[in-house]
């Protein structure tokens, strides 16, 4: 019965690894993503304005809390335009 105790244990600890390691990544990731000074700021802002394909204008939608694919769904599902049209 202990020997099972210890092995629930074991693979808990290795879920909990895995998640720690995941998150560590997704910070790193989004250090990389986030400019460091103004004038970077101002240099990334600048290039997405000038060249802004889907994915990134998403991600900026996204980074200002903004779930555009949601809301298109929302606004095009049968319960919205009941809503609008009654």
Do not use: C
């Amino acid at each position: 019965m202990r020997h099972r105790d210890l092995d629930g244990f074991a693979a808990g600890a290795d879920v909990v690894y895995r998640l720690l390691e995941s998150q560590q990544k997704a910070l790193e990731r989004s250090s990389k993503w986030e400019p460091k000074t103004r004038e970077a700021a101002k240099v990334k802002w600048k290039k997405l304005q000038n060249s802004p394909d889907h994915l990134s204008l998403l991600e900026m939608y996204r980074k200002e809390g903004l779930e555009v694919l949601k809301l298109a769904k929302y606004v095009h599902s049968p319960q919205s335009t009941t809503h609008i049209l009654g």
